[in-house]
């Protein structure tokens, strides 16, 4: 099985950009659909962006399409997210999940096996 690990949070002003990564270890990355959720406080955690196993589709929320985008590399075993004109609204903490299946790129919490421990994404005003 695969195990996600998120880096790249920060704090950033309205505007700013981010770029987190996600590593996985164990199991055949490339493999997997991985996907970013996150979750603000007294909210529900919400789908962000999924890419393919092979890279070659995206999934992006309509709320961060033209600012975010997904992309991974598979030699590194590792996704990106990348994180333009942020948002207060962004603020949450971030995850990173993967998928077992390799022909979807789902925005359902429910479908992604493994998860990360999460990275806090501030934006202030």
């Known amino acids: 099985q695969v195990q996600p690990v998120e880096s790249g949070g920060g704090l950033v002003q309205t505007g700013g950009s981010l770029r987190l990564a996600c590593a996985a270890s164990g199991g055949t990355f490339s493999g997997y659909t991985m996907g970013w959720f996150r979750q603000a406080p007294g909210k529900e955690r919400e789908f962000v962006a999924a890419?393919?196993?092979?890279?070659?589709?995206?999934n992006l929320a309509d709320s961060v399409k033209g600012r975010f985008s997904i992309s991974r590399d598979n030699t590194k075993n590792t996704v990106f997210l990348q994180m333009n004109s942020l948002k207060p609204e962004d603020t949450a903490v971030y995850y990173c999940a993967a998928d077992r299946s390799y022909f979807r790129t789902s925005n359902d919490a429910r479908d992604y096996d493994y998860w990360g421990q999460g990275t806090q994404v501030t934006v202030s005003s």
């Open positions: 890419v393919l196993w092979s890279g070659g589709r995206t």
